[in-house]
């Protein structure tokens, strides 16, 4: 075979993701267009293959060779992006759940740059093919999970990729989705024979419908080849069969194949869950419609239907967790309500996703709920022994759990529910993408304690296998129960062959096939056909295309959430208001109190001087020294003035007295203020005696200073304080916006989107940065205006210039806020750093109050170089100072190199490629 | 409900909510950052009183009285003048580099000898309020001070009168380090805490393991309460370790106070701090929301408390509402306590605000997260 035939070769690859290997020097080549499989149990390596061959995880070791070229070569992998599309694992994980259908697949559209009557045309049979078409402005957030993945099929087959690479499609999927699903990828081929596809999946009955397939197992292959080849190879019957005899530990990973559960010898008739037409809605949305339940002790009760037909709704509402709009549910004869807890503690619950403590290690996890649900300490450390040993946890008690395969998760997610011995199981879909092994091991498990400890189990599957092990199941479909039954009485019904076809039959006889694409055309007509892949052939061009589509869609989702667009616009104008007003430097209405040992009519003419002015408040007079301690220490009096006995006395005859004052120098700012006002005073009051005493030409001063205040000649607060505060809240709210914009696609999965397109760092930053500088401009605009019209601050220099000022400060911020960003790992972190490394130096060190030429130390060295230091001269020069451009030259230039150093670092730090 | 049970869930949750926050290494380091190097830079940045005030002088007369003016302005108070020509004075203002430009004309020295009265220019930029006000009473001073050394060759107090003898009690150099430093512990104290319980809050619900809370035997009262004690107890260290190294040791502030009453104080700041963070946690239903709802509260709480600028100077309005504010009475609390030496017979009034306000935020919190169950699971 010529190179041609392999679609990606690995050669020697190697790993490793701390002490944990997760490819051990694998070798492997994929033909080209073939359906080829990874099977193989959790945590063995399948996605990091995957995520390699598709360039969104940087290679440690060996080669990796795809599409003819090498993925560890940058350019190759920029060149051949566009011909591979890539769709994690994970329920529409790389998708943008407030945006619609539409909007999704335009924006893979656009990042693959293609042109917009291509767009359309492509979206229209895109959607079509998949029977998506009726679902075109519904948010991706709100499909359910199967339709989430024919979405994600959608962004993967828009730009006609050569390598289609799929990551565990159909997991959590329902057996009707998963079946159209795979009905959908066999048209796709048909019509585009030349695509691979590589996929992987923990259902076996899939991978038997596969033209190749790779078993994997610790990150090795164990053996290559068709399905059939790899059965004949081990003499197995079914892929499920085979796949065991290859794994090399035979003691350990024995797919017991556990017989059904045997039917329930005494039919307990205690009844553990009654729920009578319960009821929920959200919004006009009837989740849950008149849903009668009775589970009898001991039984294991099984729930199957299609994603988002209610099933962990109504689970919830037995738990307590929602409260039914309508209906009533018993446990064990008793009412449930979710402000009553007595009835949790016979319940054991299991969520949909995992969701313990992955800050606390297995041990702790198990040791916390054995403490809420109040197990004796002196029984704790026994209990998580027994469930450590009972799920085999033992061996990781230690560890943390996201550093396990979901295997282990889930067990330690059913221990956790386990551990204080509860009468009553609720189990969310607890297998969902479990391997076949792990999976045989759990229901073992379940069986146990249903038969020996007589423990009522509510379970919730995807896999038909395993409700045709509970006793009875119900089937659901938009949000009522079809039927309830045991699963042979169910098959038995329809006659189908098995339980899988009954549950289709049923649910299409319910109206569940509206979303299977009733697809016509198999093949894009001609005219939307690509004639080859735009941004091979011009990536430069490309450029701009992408780093639109990437402002459109954060603009999308801006636009989505209203309450941050209110909260950023409103808020910044009534922080504006609220601030400006409020550190006025105007100080009046000053305490102060005389302690006047004198009480003639010069002192009292003394104190009517300082109590007549608009800046002192005059209290009750103190008494004694005593008296001024303690009312000074309480904080009462800003100032104290102590006149001396036979002051007047000593005035008429010329002595010099002496006037002591005491000012509160807790607060500097303030104490400053008081002692500028009383030394003025204190002159006045001397001045006005010297000319009623005749001596005005005597003693008239030699010269005089004029004293000119200029830009603010009142030297009112508002005119320094109003436009310095647009500064300050332009640096805040921008940088507070764009903060969590790339460590929350981090966390939330969609960053691979950028991993696997061809967009390079500074079009997804400077993408993801133009929507907010917009709508802070916005604010800006705001601001200024009221800065105008209510505080009367005019405007005297250029508009213009402030403007200009405005859009190069406001890239500094914003890129500020992506900088960490992308150098955190949490939100939390991102959203703490930000606040922290934004406030301080924007409200003291930037000249808001004291110029920054004033300040020292290191606070001093930060004002320097701080954008709002800049932008602030720039604000005050153009309102007060009337100032033009050329006069602010020296304030532009750092203005203009911020955000070049903010976002260069930024493009710097962030990686094209997962560690 | 029996309190045993729920005494042990509050404490197992927060031990919980410790070791969590443990475990984000970035998080620990910001945390230590700002107790220490932030506090530290706020403290050294602050100017002394009028510190290092630009100013520049057109000296047209050239005269050995402008040069005795020029030399009566000297640090800590003034940089050292820059000396310009009338033509650089506007340009130089306009671009912010002065604060301070003094004109003195030409012959200005034969005109006071001749007893002509002649006039001194000086021009202050008004849009720098903090220094323009005490500045040019020192700028004033300091130049009559010269003439009159120059005409009488005596100091010009003992010509008056009467002399008013300034002191500062509890600050005696008017240090704003001092200030600074206390200041910015309780900023510090104030933003953290309401990002650690706000987030933790919102991070459960991202991750789902609040639901799990909720199905166990474990009602909203305990997960609030064990949010608040865990989240006080980690600044609460976090502030008395940086109150006695970084301010005390470090900084050289002398504390005049008892610390045992500051830190009471600021445990019940922290209780009224944590129930608005989870407030704000339960409000915003995202981190990005919650982002922007907390620098919506943090800056009046920072700005408007009566630790930037004097609550007397706030007009009546700002006042009142900032009496809703926790900081508001912390930081009158603290400049009492760690200032004046005040006793909790003075400061009880700011206590039982701050209790006040701290059991009705929580409160108020609690509704809302009873109220909004469905909504977070």
Same mark, same amino acid.
């Given at each position: ?79 051949? @992006? $566009? ?10 994980? /790389? ?58 099929? @959608? ?73 059939? *080849? ?134 702790? !996890? %198990? ?18 022994? *027994? ?10 008690? *230690? ?8 295997? %282990? ?42 038969? !020996? ?11 038909? /296998? ?88 954060? =603009? ?52 009517? !001087? ?101 830009? /603010? ?39 691979? /989107? ?66 960490? $960003? ?23 060190? =930037? ?38 451009? =050329? !006069?602010?030259?020296? $304030? ?21 490629? *997962?560690? | ?65 402008? +040069? ?161 004690? +865990? ?104 400049? +009492? ?41």
């Amino acid at each position: 075979m010529t190179s041609d035939s392999y679609v990606a070769r690995l050669r020697q690859v190697t790993q490793r993701y701390g002490k944990v290997i997760a490819l051990d020097d694998i070798s492997l080549d994929v033909p080209a267009g073939n359906l080829t499989g990874l099977i193989g149990p959790d945590g063995i390596g399948k996605s990091s293959v995957l995520s390699l061959i598709a360039g969104a995880r940087r290679l440690q070791h060996g080669h990796v060779e795809v599409l003819d070229g090498s993925m560890a070569d940058a350019h190759h992998r920029l060149r051949i @992006c $566009s011909r591979i599309a890539y769709m994690p694992q994970g329920l529409g994980r /790389n998708l943008y759940p407030t945006l619609s259908v539409r909007e999704n697949i335009d924006f893979f559209a656009r990042l693959f740059g293609l042109d917009p009557g291509l767009r359309s045309g492509r979206i229209g049979w895109v959607t079509d093919a998949t029977g998506l078409q009726p679902f075109l402005e519904r948010p991706a957030g709100k499909l359910s999970g199967g339709m989430k993945q024919k979405l994600g099929l @959608c962004c993967a087959l828009i730009h006609d990729p050569d390598l289609l690479i799929l990551d565990e499609p159909t997991t959590g999927v329902d057996p009707l989705s998963r079946r159209q699903f795979w009905e959908m990828i066999a048209r796709i081929r048909a019509g585009r024979p030349q695509m691979s596809v590589l996929v992987a999946t923990a259902y076996m009955e899939e991978a038997a419908r596969f033209d190749w397939l790779v078993a994997m197992t610790k990150g090795r292959v164990l053996s290559v080849g068709t399905p059939e *080849e790899l059965r004949r190879r081990t003499t197995s019957q079914t892929l499920d069969e085979a796949f065991i005899k290859f794994l090399p530990d035979t003691g350990q990973n024995v797919l017991r194949k556990s017989p059904p559960p045997p039917p329930q010898t005494h039919l307990d008739q205690v009844i553990a869950v009654r729920a009578q037409g319960l009821t929920i809605a959200f919004g006009d949305f009837t989740a849950v419609d008149h849903v009668d339940l009775t589970i009898r002790q001991g039984e294991i009760f099984g729930f199957v239907g299609s994603n988002g037909c209610g099933k962990t709704t109504t689970m919830k509402m037995l738990t307590g967790l929602l409260e039914p709009d309508a209906g009533s549910a018993e446990l064990f004869g008793q009412d449930i309500h979710a402000s009553d807890i007595s009835t949790r503690r016979r319940v054991g619950y299991m969520s949909q996703s995992f969701s313990l403590y992955t800050e606390l290690s297995v041990r702790q !996890n %198990l040791e916390l709920h054995a403490r809420l649900f109040a197990v004796p300490s002196t029984l704790i450390h026994e209990r998580v022994r *027994e469930v450590a040993e009972r799920f085999e946890l033992t061996a990781v008690l *230690e560890r943390l759990p996201t550093t396990l395969p979901l295997g %282990l998760r889930q067990r330690l997610s059913l221990a956790v529910a386990m551990i204080h011995k509860p009468d009553l199981l609720i189990l969310d879909e607890p297998t969902s993408g479990v391997d076949p092994i792990a999976r045989d091991a759990f229901w073992v498990s379940l069986t146990e304690l249903s038969r !020996n400890d007589g423990i009522t189990i509510f379970i919730s599957t995807h896999f038909m /296998n395993e409700a045709e092990r509970c006793d009875r199941i119900s089937l659901m479909h938009e949000g009522r129960i079809l039927i309830t039954d045991t699963p042979k009485a169910l098959t038995e019904r329809k006659q189908a062959s098995s339980l899988e076809e009954a549950f289709i039959l049923f649910l299409e006889e319910a109206g569940g096939s509206s979303a299977g694409g009733q697809a016509t055309s198999l093949l894009p007509p001609q005219s939307w056909q690509m004639e080859e892949h735009p941004s091979t052939s011009s990536h430069h061009s490309g450029g701009m295309r992408r780093l639109f589509a990437y402002a459109r869609r954060e =603009s999308l989702e801006l636009g989505r959430d209203p309450l941050r667009l209110s909260l950023s616009l409103v808020g910044s104008v009534i922080l504006l208001l609220v601030i400006a007003y409020g550190i006025s430097l105007d100080v009046e209405h000053l305490s102060f109190a005389v302690l006047d040992w004198d009480q003639s009519a010069i002192s009292h003419d003394y104190t009517q !001087n300082i109590a007549g002015s608009r800046y002192f408040d005059e209290q009750t007079p103190l008494t004694s020294h005593a008296d001024m301690d303690r009312r000074m220490g309480s904080g009462k009096l800003s100032l104290a003035i102590e006149i001396p006995p036979g002051f007047g006395r000593d005035l008429a005859h010329g002595r010099k007295a002496e006037i002591g004052a005491w000012v509160d120098g807790a607060m500097p700012t303030r104490a400053e203020i008081v002692e500028s006002y009383v030394t003025g005073m204190h002159d006045q009051w001397l001045a006005r005696r010297a000319t009623e005493a005749g001596q005005a030409a005597r003693e008239a001063a030699p010269a005089t200073i004029a004293l000119r205040f200029r830009y /603010n000649p009142d030297v009112k607060s508002i005119v320094a304080m109003a436009p310095a505060v647009i500064p300050l809240l332009l640096m805040l709210i921008p940088a507070i916006l764009t903060a969590l914009s790339v460590v929350r696609e981090k966390e939330l999965g969609s960053i691979v /989107n950028f991993y696997v397109t061809p967009t390079t760092p500074l079009e997804f930053l400077v993408g993801k940065q133009i929507p907010y500088i917009a709508l802070s401009l916005v604010s800006f605009l705001l601001l200024t205006i009221v800065v105008i019209a209510v505080f009367r601050v005019p405007l005297k220099g250029s508009f213009l210039t402030l403007l200009m000022g405005a859009v190069l400060y406001l890239s500094a911020t914003t890129a500020m806020g992506l900088l960490l $960003s992308t150098f955190m790992r949490s939100q939390i972190a991102a959203l703490f750093g930000t606040a922290v490394l934004t406030l301080l130096p924007a409200v003291s060190f =930037s000249g808001l109050t004291d110029p920054v030429s004033s300040l020292s130390g290191i606070g001093r060295l930060i004002g320097e170089i701080y954008p709002t230091s800049h932008f602030l001269v720039v604000a005050r020069g153009t309102f007060s100072k009337a100032l033009q451009f =050329s !006069n602010l030259t020296s $304030s532009f230039l750092p203005l203009l190199a911020a955000p070049v150093i903010l976002v260069g670092l930024s493009a710097l730090l962030l990686q094209k490629q *997962e560690r | 409900m029996p309190l045993a049970p729920t005494l042990r869930n509050i404490f197992y949750l927060g031990i919980k909510e410790l070791r969590s926050l443990m475990r984000d290494r970035m998080m620990l380091f910001l945390i230590l950052y700002a107790f220490s190097f932030a506090i530290y830079a706020a403290a050294t940045a602050m100017p002394e009183t009028l510190n290092r005030a630009p100013i520049a002088i057109v000296d047209e007369d050239r005269s050995i009285l402008s +040069a005795r003016i020029i030399h009566g302005f000297y640090a800590p108070l003034f940089a050292s003048p820059k000396l310009i020509t009338t033509a650089e004075m506007d340009a130089r203002m306009d671009a912010g580099m002065d604060t301070f430009a003094l004109d003195i004309p030409p012959n200005f020295e034969r005109d006071l000898l001749a007893g002509r009265q002649p006039s001194i220019q000086l021009n202050v930029d008004a849009t720098r309020m903090t220094q323009a006000f005490t500045g040019s009473a020192y700028v004033q001073a300091i130049v009559s001070q010269e003439i009159a050394t120059f005409l009488f060759r005596r100091h010009i107090a003992d010509s008056a009168p009467v002399e008013l003898v300034l002191r500062a009690r509890f600050n005696p150099g008017l240090s704003k380090s001092w200030f600074g430093a206390v200041m910015e512990v309780i900023n510090n104290v104030t933003m953290l805490s309401i990002i650690l319980a706000g987030a933790a809050l919102i991070r459960e619900r991202e991750h789902g393991t609040i639901e799990h809370l909720l199905v166990m035997p474990v009602t909203p009262l305990e997960i609030m309460v064990s949010k608040v004690w +865990a989240t006080g107890a980690v600044v609460l260290l976090a502030t008395a370790c940086s109150l006695v190294i970084v301010v005390e040791r470090i900084l050289q502030v002398p504390i005049a106070g008892s610390l045992t009453l500051f830190l009471a104080a600021a445990a019940l700041s922290l209780f009224a701090t944590t129930s608005m963070g989870i407030f704000l946690g339960i409000l915003g239903r995202s981190m990005p929301q919650f982002g922007l709802l907390l620098i919506l509260v943090i800056l009046p709480l920072e700005m408007l408390s009566g630790g930037m600028t004097p609550r007397e100077s706030m007009p009546a309005i700002v006042r009142t509402l900032m009496e809703a504010a926790p900081t508001t009475h912390f930081v009158a609390l603290a400049q +009492a306590v760690l200032y004046r030496n005040a006793g909790f017979k003075v400061v009880w009034p700011q206590l039982l605000a701050l209790l006040l306000i701290g059991v009705t935020l929580f409160t108020g919190s609690l509704l809302l997260f009873r109220r909004r169950l469905r909504a977070l699971s």
